[in-house]
């Protein structure tokens, strides 16, 4: 008998949806920014990568994703959980080595209604 080969393609979007999901799953996670923004605050117009960005070097994966927390979390304790469950579910759902998840805070959320408006006051003349 010959033996026959076969080989998997997966789409990148595929690998950024599971990405968006494996870190959206993690407690203190409020969501992915649709654009990357650079170090100097200014959104970067060339090719947006809506949060997530995924690499193949040499066979293996690697994962860059930008999230938004809330204020009450250790972001070092955030940060560590979603490399973990990115890598784990790429690697489990996918069959692909991911050697690297870069992790990147865009964001901290703040609840609205903590936030205190300013209010106008009259001065008397």
Known sequence: MAKTSSALSINVDVLKKITKLAATEVNGVVGIPNKNIDLKGIVKSKNPFAGVKVESVNGALEISVYIIVSKDVNVKTIA?????????????????????????????????????????????I
């Open 80 to 124: 560590q959980e979603v490399q973990e469950n990115v890598k784990d579910k790429i690697q489990t759902m996918t069959g692909s080595a991911v050697t690297k998840v870069n992790v990147i805070i865009s964001d901290i959320k703040l609840k609205e209604d903590e936030i205190e408006p300013e209010v106008e006051t009259e001065e008397e």
